[in-house]
């Protein structure tokens, strides 16, 4: 459960009876909160008199009247909005106005507490679009008086201005900010805060309704003030279009230096919620204020949950120390969202797990990056979760391409544009995935490009994993979507691709370890290598060719078999690959262009065991085999005589299947 909910629990009744309702094991599982658990969950707070007031972006189409601009015929009741209890609209106190006080307008909600037994509360029901990442925004007051046992430290203790998202089919599932007398920077909350909270639609299952209260702690008596809270500017916008807290200079900087930034460094704050430590929900928006590229340097460890790139120069955000992306949330994702651009993190990026509270295990958090259509984001450095494992889910939202150094995550879900793989080549740049979801399956609509670098699937089927490589493969030009390599594309000859071994058919082979990775039987590999390199053991060899005869002679099928060009049969196109990846290693290719192409059919050099097998293969496939080959060299004159090459040879009937 939301501990949020368990404080701000009451609609019409009081928080005694609303603890009645509860089932003894649900308040044995939440019990009542105190106000530090409080703090851990109210969003962020900015407080107003160091905020520039109205320099926030926000949208507020979803909500009707949010700034309570249209007071209604008496004032009790604002324009759309439901009214429960004396709530009202008037001036906002005229000795806590923003700068500049116009942020504001002429009226705010207004919440009395004549009894601390009953809340009072604004409410109206909202839309929103689904599995969608808002953020809820508003300014909010709170003039709870000092304890009564005159504790400086509990001024208005437990008394808290609300402003929330609400279930309708599950009450204490909600998503908002509280804000406390004392709030949670240690300021006065009577002052005034700018605050913000995100959240994803998905967590809310029925309709949804906004509630904006006051809610008082009815287990404190003591006079309350005629006007406890005081309410203005709520908002509903998407993640990526909200900007309160973001870069404002021309150029870089150090991300820890307040004088670079609007409205305050964005860092998450530690707070003890009883069940442990989370950290608050900071936005850092880095938006079109560059005149050139510039880096932002963490010369201390940083975190936040979320980061907005929407700028034309490319921010690059540089530094050894560690950037942290968390949640206070349980369900939440971290987002990584880019508008427009080319932007860079180069630090190391760890995605901190949600904190478990001994009653539901939440799972692994997810970092979600959404790149719009054109725009690109690189990770150039490592992304791991803060237990140290790949326990962290990614999903890829937007047309645009988000580059890793590796992929390494529990599940991936790829809904839209590319996520790219640095070249590397190395074991470092090997991915290993949980699964693999790829929007539209075996008819992919979206891509994964290893580059020079392998992958594992740990839980995946091979034959769709297979579909989606010959998909990308588009008959050797690896432009497809799917699971492609830019590398396989612009290599001179196209001599590589992307093989695919199942976990069994590696372990078959002798192997244990891939990439320094233990495999498992149930594994899938995939590997940018040879063509033909059917053992992937990085060279083409005459075991290679073993298998590929055997493949063909036995109707067998699989890149093991020789079938390197994944159309389900060994042929004369699978041989003519396996023949060039062999000549291109052996430095025989031209005498091979030469003697096929028809320029030079003698025998003189051709004694090498790569050449035989090539003279071998094109007596027995002939000119389909050698347009084949050709045809994956890029040499202009081999081109002109492919009229010429049934006149030349002796042609053979493909083998049927």
């Known amino acids: 459960m939301n501990v949020f909910a368990s404080r701000a629990v009451a609609l019409s009744c009081n928080r005694r009876?609303?603890?009645?309702?509860?089932?003894?094991?649900a308040a044995a599982a939440m019990p009542m909160v105190m106000s530090s658990t409080a703090r851990a969950n109210s969003g962020v707070q900015l407080p107003l008199n160091q905020y520039q007031a109205g320099s926030e972006t926000t949208q507020n189409a979803l909500i009707t009247n949010p700034g309570f601009e249209q007071p209604g015929v008496a004032g009790p009741t604002a324009?759309?909005?439901?009214?429960?209890?004396?709530m009202s609209v008037g001036a906002p106190d005229p000795a806590r106005l923003p700068t500049p006080a116009s942020a504001i307008g002429s009226f705010s909600?207004?919440?009395g507490n004549t009894n601390i037994n009953n809340n009072e509360m604004y409410s109206q029901s909202i839309t929103l679009q689904p599995n969608t990442d808002y953020v809820l925004s508003a300014y909010i007051w709170n003039f709870a008086v000092a304890h009564p046992d005159g504790q400086p430290t509990n001024l208005g203790a437990g008394d808290l201005a609300v402003v929330q998202l609400r279930d309708d089919t599950n009450f204490f599932n909600t998503a908002g900010m509280i804000l406390e007398r004392q709030a949670a920077d240690g300021g006065d909350g009577a002052n005034g805060y700018f605050v913000y909270k995100s959240f994803n639609s998905s967590q809310f299952t029925g309709g949804v309704t906004l509630e904006v209260q006051s809610d008082p702690n009815e287990d404190l008596a003591g006079a309350r003030p005629t006007i406890m809270s005081q309410f203005d500017n709520i908002a509903l916008t998407p993640v990526s279009q909200f900007s309160a807290q973001r870069w404002n200079s021309t150029g870089g900087g150090n991300w820890s230096d307040a004088t670079k930034w609007l409205n305050g460094v964005p860092q998450n704050r530690t707070?003890?919620?009883?069940?442990?430590?989370?950290?608050?929900?900071?936005?850092?928006?880095?938006?079109?204020?560059?005149?050139?590229?510039?880096?932002?340097?963490?010369?201390?460890?940083?975190?936040?949950?979320?980061?907005?790139?929407?700028?034309?120069?490319?921010?690059?955000?540089?530094?050894?120390?560690?950037?942290?992306?968390?949640?206070?949330?349980?369900?939440a994702a971290v987002l990584l969202n880019v508008n427009q651009g080319a932007h860079t993190i180069s630090a190391p990026i760890t995605v901190k797990q949600p904190t478990a509270n001994g009653i539901t295990n939440f799972g692994p958090r997810v970092l979600k990056t959404t790149v719009a259509n054109g725009a690109t984001l690189t990770l150039s450095n490592d992304v791991i979760s803060s237990n140290g494992t790949i326990n962290f889910n990614l999903t890829k939202e937007g047309g645009g391409t988000l580059n890793m150094k590796n992929v390494r995550a529990g599940r991936v879900l790829l809904n839209a544009g590319t996520v790219g793989v640095i070249a590397n080549g190395s074991?470092?740049?090997?991915?290993?995935?949980?699964?693999?979801?790829?929007?539209?399956?075996?008819?992919?609509?979206?891509?994964?490009?290893?580059?020079?670098?392998?992958?594992?699937?740990?839980?995946?089927?091979?034959?769709?994993?297979?579909?989606?490589?010959?998909?990308?493969?588009?008959?050797?030009?690896?432009?497809g979507n799917g699971i492609t390599s830019s590398a396989a594309r612009t290599s001179t000859p196209k001599n590589k691709g992307l093989g695919l071994l199942t976990g069994s058919e590696y372990i078959g082979l002798g192997n244990t370890q891939f990439d320094g990775f233990t495999v498992a039987a149930t594994d899938t590999l995939v590997k940018f290598t040879w063509n033909g390199d059917t053992d992937f053991n990085g060279v083409v060899d005459f075991d290679d060719y073993s298998r590929t005869d055997g493949g063909f002679n036995n109707n067998r099928t699989g890149w093991l078999?020789?079938?390197?060009?994944?159309?389900?049969?060994?042929?004369?196109?699978?041989?003519?690959?396996i023949d060039q990846a062999f000549n291109t290693q052996s430095g025989t290719l031209r005498r091979a262009m030469a003697y096929l192409d028809g320029g030079d059919r003698s025998d003189a050099g051709m004694n090498t065991p790569a050449l035989k097998l090539l003279a071998d293969h094109f007596q027995q496939f002939g000119d389909?085999?050698?347009m084949s080959f050709l045809n994956s060299v890029p040499e202009p004159t081999s081109f002109a005589v492919f009229g010429g090459l049934a006149a030349l040879a002796t042609s053979r009937r493909r083998r049927a299947s």
């Open 427 to 479: 074991n470092s740049g090997a991915s290993r995935v949980g699964t693999l979801t790829i929007a539209g399956g075996v008819a992919p609509t979206a891509t994964l490009d290893l580059n020079d670098n392998d992958l594992i699937v740990v839980n995946g089927t091979a034959a769709t994993i297979r579909t989606q490589i010959a998909t990308a493969r588009a008959g050797g030009a690896w432009t």
């Open 561 to 577: 078999n020789g079938d390197f060009d994944y159309n389900g049969i060994v042929d004369f196109d699978d041989y003519s690959l």
């Open 624 to 626: 389909g085999y050698a």
């Open 109 to 111: 909600a207004k919440a």
């Open 79 to 86: 324009t759309g909005w439901s009214n429960t209890g004396p």
């Open 271 to 331: 707070f003890n919620a009883g069940q442990g430590p989370v950290e608050g929900d900071a936005i850092a928006t880095f938006g079109n204020v560059l005149t050139g590229a510039a880096t932002v340097n963490l010369i201390a460890p940083q975190s936040v949950a979320v980061i907005n790139f929407d700028g034309a120069n490319s921010y690059t955000i540089a530094g050894a120390s560690v950037l942290t992306l968390a949640h206070t949330e349980e369900r």
């Open 17 to 25: 009876n609303a603890l009645s309702i509860l089932s003894l094991a």
